[in-house]
């Protein structure tokens, strides 16, 4: 246990359904981020949060909508996805912005068909 | 800009036998170079990190790395494979204000 929930662990979708991924950490960290794992490809960052304020978009499609209500907690709304973007979503906490050490959740596997 | 490069997608070794894991980076700044583990269905999990200081780095569950600045070199080493380390191995590597540069990854499998 790291700390770092996601919900859901699984999550299958059609192109045109609006679904949302929960991360939640207790750590009293303040920086939040999202990731993406596809397969034999490198981790890609998406987007960073510091003290609920985004610092870091990596030119991600408008499909993805963060959202960091407080500190602890972190969303990202999906709305018509494509079959590519089927993969691991993660989420991962530090202490602060560029924090040496991250806290990783589990991860949402993301199907959509 | 930072990059990562791990040779080797699947590593495979026996039980007992040296581990080695490579990674090259290349980071306009000094870096602060990092290895991540990740078990079947789990998230990340930060094995050891080099910052300043020694170049020699000890992590958990008997894994160690070493910092080469002349080689742009951060490989990870283990003296005797368990079973338990089989995992995804991921080299990381920070150089800016925001978030780590991944590599692709290295799947290590032991053979019994």
């Known amino acids: 246990e790291t700390g770092v929930t996601q919900t859901p662990r699984h999550l299958v979708m059609g192109m045109t359904n609006k679904k949302s991924l929960k991360c939640e950490q207790h750590l009293g960290h303040n920086a939040m981020y999202w990731y993406k794992q596809s397969a034999k490809k490198p981790l890609e960052l998406m987007f960073v949060?510091?003290?609920?304020?985004?610092?870091e978009n990596n030119s991600v499609p408008s499909r993805f909508s963060p959202e960091c209500p407080n500190s602890s907690h972190l969303f990202l709304h999906l709305h018509t996805l494509q079959p590519e973007d089927s993969a691991l979503y993660l989420c991962?906490?530090?202490?602060?912005?560029?924090?040496?050490?991250?806290?990783f959740g589990s991860g949402t596997q993301l199907s959509v068909l | 800009a930072q990059s990562v490069t791990q040779l080797g997608s699947h590593v495979s070794v026996s039980e007992g036998a040296l581990v080695l894991l490579r990674c090259n980076y290349s980071?306009?700044?000094?870096?602060?170079l990092f290895w991540y583990v990740q078990y079947p269905n789990q998230g990340l999990q930060l094995l050891l990190k080099?910052?300043?200081?020694?170049?020699l780095v000890k992590g958990i569950n008997g894994f160690e790395a070493e910092f080469k600045k002349s080689e742009t070199s951060f490989h990870l080493t283990k003296p005797s494979a368990h079973m338990s380390d089989a995992a995804e191995y991921f080299c990381?590597?920070?150089?800016?204000?925001?978030?780590?540069?991944f590599g692709k990854g290295t799947h290590l499998i032991i053979q019994p």
């Open positions: 080099y910052t300043t200081g020694a170049t």
């Open positions: 980071s306009s700044v000094p870096p602060y």
């Open positions: 949060y510091n003290f609920k304020e985004q610092t």
């Open positions: 991962a906490s530090s202490q602060d912005r560029g924090g040496e050490k991250l806290f």
């Open positions: 990381a590597v920070r150089g800016g204000a925001d978030g780590l540069t």
